[in-house]
């Protein structure tokens, strides 16, 4: 394996640690087996390296980035020395991540761009969907819910079938005709 360099950016602050020299364990997943989707990491507990729910981490090996998410439980029940994190890539982000009074007469890709920009995922291609959905109100559900309730609309009433996905550290949504 190459150069391994494991980043987290604060946040609130901006700034930007490198945790190469604190984790001491680390553990990539997926459901899929094609892409990681969830990123663990047991961290030493040092006073100055503070973390928040939603910073953002990349890992990357020689250079090229394996891993991008955010950060999404902080678990201190450990040895009191080593604090473990998880860290969930951004689509699985999404579909953890519940927003509350969220009003939407747009198109689906108006409304992915919006979600995106809300929960500060950084976005790629973004086909356009064209389809007005319907006015709708989303109180409690998850981004993917929504997302999911928008492109199945689009489907039915316009024909166009949509995936969002995750590719070189940014969400994408696709028209997959």
């Given at each position: 394996m190459g150069r391994v360099d494991i980043v987290v950016q604060n946040s609130s602050t901006g700034r930007i640690e490198s945790l190469?020299?604190?984790c001491t364990n680390v553990k990539v997943s997926s459901t899929l087996g094609a892409t990681a989707a969830s990123l663990t990491l047991d961290i030493l507990n040092v006073p100055n390296v503070k973390f928040r729910l939603g910073d953002e981490?990349?890992?990357s090996i020689d250079s090229v980035t394996f891993f991008a998410g955010r950060?999404?439980?902080i678990d201190n029940s450990g040895q009191h020395d080593i604090r473990s994190f998880t860290f969930y890539d951004y689509t699985?982000?999404?579909a953890n991540s519940v927003l509350f009074n969220m009003a939407y007469p747009e198109k689906l890709s108006e409304v992915f761009k919006t979600i995106c920009a809300e929960m500060k995922i950084p976005v790629g291609r973004v086909d356009d969907s064209l389809y007005l959905c319907a006015a709708a109100t989303f109180d409690n559900h998850t981004c993917c819910d929504i997302l999911t309730k928008l492109a199945d609309e689009t489907l039915a009433n316009a024909n166009r079938q949509f995936i969002w996905r995750q590719r070189a550290g940014k969400m994408e949504?696709?028209?997959i005709e």
């Open positions: 190469n020299h604190i981490i990349l890992l950060l999404f439980t699985r982000y999404l949504l696709v028209d």
